[in-house]
């Protein structure tokens, strides 16, 4: 039984006091009953938790009847894994067991326990609070490691990021996450410092570090478990505090000369004490806003640069300090800011802040500037539009907040023109303005110094606005010199401006056309005014428009959105189109919107641009379809359509329409098309088309491109040039420049697909692709008869009517150089395509090539080509059609099949002529897998290295591989296959020689008789001699050929044959592989001869092996000569030679001149082993065992009977000489197939069960706790001789840690297994021995002497140990424990009886009388409250009689002089057990719940009720029935009435006591 620790002082979160340490506990199991009762799993500091270096464990602890290792680590002063033991955990149910070994000094173990127990430090200064704004920095850096506890402000850790450089800290340290609950336990949390990067950013968790929290009950508290250092060197811990308690105790500035408009001076907040302050007199709060010098009671006030704080937040603020009205930035500083819950302001005051060093300075209380008396009014003209000069003194009037009652009220948020305003560099608003009332909203004062600088750097200042009730003050800084100053807005839309009427037509973005000649308008000379237009949409477009629009090369547009009415006036930029660029160049412009929504005009104030440039008017796009017919030009010419070919005399577009108008197309579909055309059609060398898709009938006019093609192979937009698009109603209308260029003209959608436009050739059968040409060779030299040759054509009557898209033969399709084309054809959806014809010469498929256009029509295929061309030469189309119809060559030659031997005789297909083949033999197909090399009569056999393709694939490439006996594909040729359904065709070409398209074969040909001869001669099995008077020959007897063996197991040996054996000189055995399975086929292996005992694989011949699945065949060749033969594998699980001398056991020692160990001169065989078990040892022997010097063993696992014979290695003894054996599973035993051993010093061994063999050790001074008390009593194991023995007494086995006691196991130096024993399922294993050293005066040693032994687990509880003493006065010990309960855990029922029986295993040391019982926790026994217990006069009896509840629980027997215990525990079953808890059933459906009775004796049905709860006692009627011993419930016809819990009592009495227990479950209905 483990071993109990309940020492409070191992208690991991206990500071240690007296130092401990467990270097001399003993190795074995413990149980923890202090604190958590189970291992700490926590690293806890040094000198905690008892002893100096303490242990926590890594990982969890297991599930209930798991045991696992687990690594205990020791703390050494940081480093929580200085050091580390493995241990084992074992879960017992209601605690825990632990494997403890001993740790090193000052090492120890320490118990989990409850940081909530232990006293914490406390953090009680004043300072932490997140609200402390001391410039005193101070840091946690170097505190002692442990738990603490905050007791000020809300007692806990802030749990968000306080501001920077609080907490009196340079990096107050925050929590992250939420505070724990007391259930979760110790959590992990992450502390956060904060960073100070700016008077105004922070970086909340610029350093983090973890740690550990824990909440605590009665009283309710939370600790922290801190390292030596904070997350960073100046890092502090922040206690979370109340702001409503700062905020009342903030101190009040009541001065009215605080006042942001108040001048007066003389007064200094140095003097103030640091502390947290409210301002009470007049907005409460500090100006947010600059003032001016001498105000606010100081020489110098100071004003925050910022937004106010929120709502029960704070921040951290930008202050500054003025010097003069030209310098209100003098110096800075910063001041904490917090707005408390109930609306008021309070700041932290630190008279140290830089900002009051050396000059009065004092901070200024808010005065609401859109009160009367704190602003100006600016009455006189500030107009942008007036070039009046006025007098300015902007640059020497006080920095002021100004309300303006001129012209629109407000400043201007465009760009003035230079000299407006009255000044030199008028001053206008960059920045938003505030949307409510009180709001003040930051941006810049700009200054125009020129055209070109609309904000001057030089100039620019900070600007502030502010909302007030019904009007905005601007706070006007001085300016930099008197040609700087402020403008006030006016309303333009009462100023004259000019008007764009119908005069200014050509201006119309869509319907103007004289953007494209030299009539073009340009607005180089335009005035600067404002103007306003009355046609078109009357505005300027706000979207790209195209280049050479609006009557001007370069037009413009406005971009960004017309203003409202109530933006006043704006900047805008307008851009210029050049070419594609839609912005090439830009204007600035200003725009204002002017009168109410239904009456709405903008004005533009327009500048003169570069000559060529002008402004567009805006227009709607339906304008284009209401154009008069004499305003439009048609485009009639059939030549525009798609599908015709070039015609020199067609005139091009700029040629024949010179006018600009806008077009309509009436030929053809009467559209453009919007696709790349191809070249040379639309009767042009540079046909054209539209870049863009075709527009919606609402899709408003395309600006887009005309584009025009002048290569075959490039589709780019060649000669792009600017092209308008309005569909009207279904009409195309087209706007465009046409290229000057007579080989340019636009391509018209044309049918060519119509009957009448194209030509037919029809019934030509001689065009058929793949048919050799016969007779009279065809030509198409022109085909079309008449000028220009060519023209669209369409095949019909022959083939499927297409051009062949394969490669056709050298005189083929009826002609000398058939012709075929390159590529797929196209789909309806592609239009015209180009590809190439080629025309066959010979091997050369690509001999000639010319265009050709390709058009799908759907139901068919057109083609327009050149029929003018190669004169002299038979040249003609090849028309496709379906291979399978075609004349081709059938080839049915027999050399070709799989089955043929290419060994025998071999040939290729290097003078093959290329095309198309039909083969007509055997599978009439070819292989689809590698074959063997050497097939069909060739040495490098071909096959289709993919499968054959289905009926619908229509003509596929495949690839042919060329195999030898190496790689089954070194080498292939690319082939066409096309399945016919009821064969294929293949289009092969010449290979390199001795390459060969294979045929499929019958892969069972050769299993049928009278495809083989059969060889039945008895003498043929492998173990019969050689018999010189009865000679055979297979060199005359067998020739070439297949053959089948019908004697013994009908096959060839796969291993090596003894010389002379199976009636041979030279015996014949099969290599290069086993037999070949059935789906492997034919194979190909070799015969090789034994010419001597020790020369095999001699004089091998070629063969090839089938596998007929109830026999092998072979095809065999003549043998050398008549010494040469073939021989027959036989059973050698019958037929094996026995060997099953004793001297081979692994047990017995070799015995000097012992001659009968001779396996160097052993002949090579099959044997089966005899003795012992009849299997050689699988482990290493030792040397001078199993009858030789060098031992052998097999260390491979022994085969399955279904694994046949299997190679094996036999090694011998210590050397590095291995042999190969074969090794067959017999069933019932094994054989081997032995060869002789290197030398005679070599033997094969046969194993033993050394467990048979162990010699007894049965001595009573062996136990583990047997002390000897005098020197007679010492024994020694020395001299017994190596040798298997075995322990009889105590727990016959080696205990696994060394005895405590000096002289233990009787003997000086007792010995102790020093690894774990094996399992059953180990054998035979390696291990170590230490002898332990105690002498007086001698140094302990607890491994003095290490001794190298072997165990085995022999089963029932003895192990087998491989002895070698050779220790003086040292000898084994057997462990055996001082005391036994068995058995440990007692199960009983109410009213039975149970008995703990122990046991004393040695009394030499101690008697029964001191042995003490305990039920746990801590009942000594006998107790008067459990008198139904008895226990025995030799207190290793406790009787417990008609045992009920009190009697539960852990039993534990002490032993003091030993301080060793046993734990029993006594477990009562359940009074009332179900067979279930819950019951699933459907709607309507039936259960049954039975109960069983845990109860001494058995209850009667009376005692038995069963209740549905909450009240409802049950009896037999409706849906309830309840069996005769009231031990099962039945219920019927389950419904959502009849389901909940259901609960069974049982009232019972036992000696006058009386009980009641009962027993719950629940029925559910499924869902």
């Keep these: 039984m483990p071993v109990v620790l309940d020492d409070d002082s191992l208690l991991a979160w206990s500071k240690t006091i007296n130092l401990k340490s467990h270097n001399t506990l003993a190795s074995g199991w413990y149980r923890l009953n202090a604190g ?103 840091n946690d850096n170097g505190i002692a490691e442990g738990w603490y506890q905050f007791t000020k402000g809300f007692k806990v850790m802030a749990t968000s990021a306080p501001a920077a450089r609080s907490c009196s800290s ?25 960073r100070y990067d700016s008077p105004t950013t922070k970086t909340d968790c610029a350093w983090a570090k973890e740690i550990k929290v ?81 105000y606010c009671g100081s020489d110098y006030p100071i004003w925050m640069d910022g937004a106010h704080a929120e709502r029960g937040t704070c921040k951290s603020q930008l202050i500054y300090k003025v010097y003069s009205a030209k310098n209100l930035n003098w110096d800075d500083g910063t001041l904490f800011e917090c707005q408390c819950k109930n609306g008021e302001y309070i700041y932290y005051h630190n008279p140290k802040n830089d900002i009051f060093n050396n000059y009065k300075a004092t901070y200024c209380e808010e005065e609401d500037p859109c009160q009367s008396h704190v602003h100006d009014r600016v009455t006189f003209d500030r107009s942008p539009w007036s070039t009046q000069k006025r007098t300015n003194t902007d640059d020497s009037d006080a920095a002021r907040w100004v309300r303006l009652t001129r012209g629109t009220q407000v400043m201007p948020r465009y760009v003035p023109e230079p000299g407006s305003c009255g000044v030199s560099y008028p001053g206008w608003y960059d920045g938003q303005m505030p949307e409510s009332v009180g709001q003040i909203t930051k941006g810049r004062y700009c200054f125009v110094t020129s055209a070109s600088q609309p904000c001057h750097s030089s100039y620019t200042k900070e600007a502030r606005v502010k909302k007030c009730d019904g009007f905005f003050l601007y706070f006007w800084q001085i300016t930099t010199n008197d040609h700087a100053g402020y403008c006030v807005d006016e309303n333009i839309c009462d100023v004259a401006s000019e008007e764009w009427g119908r005069e200014e037509e050509r201006r119309l973005r869509y319907t103007s056309v004289t953007g494209l000649n030299s009539n073009r308008r340009s607005d180089n000379g335009l005035p600067t005014q404002w103007y306003r237009i009355t046609i078109g949409t009357k505005k300027l477009p706000t979207t790209c428009t195209g280049y050479m629009s609006c009557g001007t090369l370069y037009p413009g547009w406005m971009r960004g959105e017309h203003p409202e009415p109530a933006d006043g006036i704006v900047d805008r930029e307008v851009c210029f189109t050049k070419d594609m660029d839609c912005c090439s160049t830009t204007k600035n412009i200003k725009v204002v919107a002017c009168g109410k929504e239904d009456n709405r005009v903008y004005l533009y104030r327009l500048y003169a641009t570069s000559s060529n440039y002008g402004y567009c008017i805006d227009q709607d ?190 005189m083929s399709c009826g002609t000398q150089f058939p012709g075929w084309m390159e590529g797929d054809h196209p789909l309806t959806s592609e239009g015209i395509v180009s590809r190439k014809l080629y025309l066959t010469n010979g091997k050369n498929y690509k001999w000639q090539n010319a265009d050709i256009f390709v058009k799908n029509c759907g139901g068919f295929m057109l083609y327009n080509l050149n029929f003018n061309w190669l004169n002299g030469y038979k040249w003609a189309i090849c028309v496709d059609g379906d291979v399978c119809d075609a004349k081709v060559t059938e080839v049915s030659q027999s050399h070709r099949l799989i089955n043929t031997w290419g060994k025998i005789s071999s040939s290729g297909d290097n003078s093959l002529a290329r095309g198309w083949y039909r083969f007509t033999n055997g599978f009439e197909q070819m292989p689809e897998q590698c074959p063997i090399a050497m097939s069909c009569g060739s040495s490098y056999p071909g096959y289709l290295s993919e499968p054959h393709p289905a009926a619908a694939d229509g003509i596929v490439n495949r690839k042919v591989c060329f195999g030898d006996a190496d790689q089954c594909c070194f080498e292939s040729v690319d082939v066409l296959v096309k399945n016919c359904g009821s064969h ?23 299993c049928s008789a009278d495809s083989y001869k059969v060889l039945e001669d008895e003498w043929r099995g492998e173990n019969n001699p050689y018999d010189s008077q009865n000679i055979h020959d297979d060199n005359k007897n067998v ?208 194993d033993t069960d050394v467990c048979e063999h162990a010699r007894p050790l049965d001595e009573d001074w062996r136990n583990f706790f047997y002390v000897s008390e005098t020197m007679d ?48 399922g180990d054998g035979v294993v390696n291990r170590e021995v230490c002898f332990k050293r105690d002498e007086e005066g001698d140094t302990f040693q607890s491994c003095q002497h290490k001794e190298a032994i072997r165990v085995k687990n022999c089963g029932d509880d003895y192990y087998a140990y491989q002895l070698n003493p050779t220790v003086d006065e040292g000898a084994y010990c057997v462990y055996n424990r001082k005391s036994s309960c068995v058995p440990n855990v007692i199960h009983a029922k109410y009213g039975d009886k149970a008995v703990i029986n122990c046991t004393l295993n ?156 009962y027993s719950e479950v629940i029925v559910k209905l499924e869902e």
Excluded at 1210 to 1228: A, L
Excluded at 1458 to 1484: D, F, H, P, R, W
Aim: charge should be neutral.
């Design 36 to 138: 958590l009762k189970k291992i700490n799993t926590e690293c806890v500091p040094m000198d905690y938790g008892g002893t100096k270096y303490p242990g926590w464990m890594e990982g969890g602890h297991p599930d209930i009847d798991e045991t696992v290792e687990r690594t205990v680590y020791f703390r050494v002063n940081t480093n929580c894994r200085a050091a580390s033991k493995k241990i084992k955990v074992k879960n017992c149910g209601s605690f825990y067991i632990y494997r403890l070994v001993p740790t090193s000094a000052n090492y120890g173990y320490t118990i989990s326990s409850e940081p909530c127990d232990v006293e914490a430090r406390f953090m009680d200064e004043d300072d932490r609070s997140i609200y402390d704004r001391t410039s005193n920095f101070k």
């Design 170 to 194: 340079k990096a107050p340290v925050w929590m992250q996450g939420e505070l724990p609950q007391f259930e979760e336990g110790i959590v992990s949390r992450t502390a956060c410092a904060v």
């Design 214 to 294: 824990r909440r605590c009950r009665n009283p309710d508290r939370v600790l922290y478990y801190f390292e030596a250092s904070p997350p960073t060197t100046d890092g502090r811990y922040c206690v979370d505090d109340d702001m409503t308690k700062v905020c009342e105790a903030a101190k009040p500035l009541a001065d009215e000369w605080r006042g942001s408009n108040r001048r007066a001076n003389g007064h200094h907040d140095r003097d103030l004490e640091a502390g947290w302050y409210k301002f009470t007199k007049y907005g409460k709060r500090i100006a947010n806003f600059p003032v001016n010098r001498n």
């Design 621 to 810: 796009p339906e304008d284009v379809c209401k154009l008069s017919p004499n305003k439009l030009q048609y485009i009639s010419d059939e030549r525009h359509g798609t599908a015709h070919y070039l015609d020199t005399s067609f005139k091009a577009d700029y040629q024949k329409y010179p006018e600009d108008s806008w077009f309509v197309v009436s030929a053809h579909n009467k559209h453009f098309i919007h696709y790349p055309p191809v070249q040379y059609f639309c009767g042009v060398y540079y046909p054209g088309w539209i870049e863009a898709p075709p527009p919606a009938l609402d899709g408003g006019v395309v600006e887009t491109r005309a584009c025009f093609r002048e290569s075959m192979s490039n589709e780019n937009c060649y000669q792009g040039t600017p092209m308008k698009v309005k569909n009207c109603n279904g009409e195309m209308r087209y706007f465009y420049k046409r290229p000057a260029s007579s080989h340019d003209s636009m391509c018209v959608e044309e049918d060519v697909c119509r009957t009448g436009n194209y030509r037919e050739i029809k019934d030509e059968k001689w065009r058929h692709a793949y048919e050799r040409s016969e007779g009279d060779l065809k030509s198409d030299y022109r085909k079309v008869p008449t000028e220009p040759y060519r023209d669209w054509v369409r095949f019909t009557g022959v083939g499927n009517g297409r051009i062949a898209t394969i490669n056709q033969e050298y």
């Design 984 to 1006: 294929y065709v293949y289009r092969l070409y010449e290979t390199a020689a001795h390459r060969k398209y294979c045929v499929e074969d019958s892969p069972d040909a050769m």
């Design 1039 to 1246: 020739p070439h050929g297949w053959y089948r063996f019908t004697t013994d197991l009908g096959r060839l040996p796969e291993y090596s044959l003894p010389f002379q054996s199976c009636g041979y000189y030279y015996p014949g055995y099969m290599s290069g592989g086993a037999h070949p399975t059935r789906q492997e086929g034919v194979v190909n292996r070799q015969v090789c001869f034994s010419t001597s005992a020790t020369n095999e694989g001699q004089s091998c011949k070629d063969i090839r092996v089938k596998n007929c699945g109830k026999f092998f065949v072979y095809e065999l060749v003549p043998t050398p000569n008549y010494h040469y033969g073939y021989c027959v594998a036989q059973n050698q699980c019958e037929k094996a030679k026995e060997m099953g001398e004793r001297w081979r056991l692994i047990i017995n020692p070799t015995v000097s001149g012992q001659s009968k160990a001779a396996d160097g001169s052993l002949r090579k065989g099959w044997y089966r082993l005899t003795a012992g078990h009849g299997v050689m040892p699988s482990y290493q022997p030792d040397n001078g065992y199993g009858g030789a010097s060098y031992p052998g063993y097999m260390p491979e696992d022994l085969p399955d009977e279904s694994d046949g014979d299997v190679e094996r290695i036999v090694r011998f003894g210590s050397t590095s000489n291995q042999v190969s054996v074969r090794v067959r599973n017999c069933s019932t035993h094994y054989v081997y197939f032995l060869r002789p051993s290197p030398n005679n010093h070599y033997s094969y061994t046969i």
């Design 1273 to 1320: 009593d010492i024994h020694s194991d020395k001299g017994k001789g190596k040798d298997w023995y075995r322990f009889t007494t105590g727990f016959k086995m080696m205990p696994e840690s060394p005895p405590i006691e000096r002289y233990s196991c009787g003997t000086k130096f007792p010995a102790y297994l020093n690894q774990p024993h094996p399992t059953v």
């Design 1402 to 1557: 040695s009394e030499k040391d101690f008697d029964s009388s001191e042995v003490e019982w305990t039920k746990l926790d801590d009942v000594k026994l006998p107790d008067a409250s459990l008198n139904k217990m008895t226990i025995s006069e030799n207190k290793l009896l406790v009787d417990i009689e008609d045992i009920t509840d009190p009697y539960a629980g852990v039993y534990a027997m002490f032993i003091p002089s030993t301080e060793t215990s046993e734990l029993v525990e006594v477990i009562l079953y359940n009074a009332v057990e179900t067979n279930q808890k819950y019951y699933m059933v459907k709607e309507g459906g039936d259960v049954k719940i039975e109960a069983t009775f845990n109860v001494v004796p058995e209850p009667a049905a009376s005692q038995i009720t069963w209740t549905k709860l909450p009240n409802k006692e049950l009896s037999n009627g409706g849906k309830y029935s309840l069996s005769g011993d009231n031990r099962s419930l039945s219920i019927s016809g389950v419904s959502a009435k009849e389901a909940g819990a259901y609960r069974c009592t049982i009232k019972f009495e036992i000696k006058g006591e009386k009980f009641e227990k």
